[in-house]
């Protein structure tokens, strides 16, 4: 048991979360952030944002981590997902990025 106490201890100094952050400070407080056992599944109904704010974690987990992120949607193909990622990093209206109407300050 000394092992815990002295782990606890530790612990009990510590500023930084426990796991890897995901970029919402409420989230990451009420789950000490994800950790290495952790299976995230997110369910909801249509239209709620799920893929949205999968996406905004794992560039998030990325951004700040540096750490590999392994995606899976059964809503989305990888295409879409790739159209969402780009459109969230450059502020590229998704629509003219599907229709390659791009402008020349796009590039």
């Given at each position: 048991?000394s092992?815990?106490?002295?782990?606890?201890?530790?612990?009990?100094?510590?500023?930084?979360l426990?796991?890897?952050?995901?970029?919402?400070?409420?989230l990451?407080?009420?789950?000490q952030?994800?950790?290495?056992?952790d299976?995230?599944?997110?369910?909801?109904r249509?239209?709620m944002?799920?893929t949205a704010l999968?996406?905004n974690?794992?560039?998030?987990?990325?951004?700040?981590?540096q750490?590999?992120v392994?995606?899976f949607?059964?809503e989305?193909?990888?295409e879409?997902?790739?159209?969402r990622?780009?459109?969230?990093?450059?502020?590229?209206?998704?629509?003219?990025?599907?229709?390659?109407?791009?402008?020349?300050e796009?590039?």
């Amino acid at each position: 048991f000394s092992n815990i106490f002295i782990e606890l201890k530790q612990k009990a100094f510590q500023t930084t979360l426990g796991g890897v952050t995901s970029g919402f400070y409420d989230l990451d407080s009420f789950t000490q952030g994800f950790q290495k056992s952790d299976l995230i599944i997110v369910a909801g109904r249509p239209s709620m944002g799920k893929t949205a704010l999968c996406l905004n974690i794992a560039l998030n987990v990325v951004k700040n981590t540096q750490l590999p992120v392994l995606f899976f949607s059964l809503e989305m193909s990888k295409e879409q997902l790739a159209y969402r990622i780009l459109s969230s990093e450059t502020g590229i209206n998704p629509m003219r990025l599907r229709n390659g109407n791009l402008y020349k300050e796009d590039w």
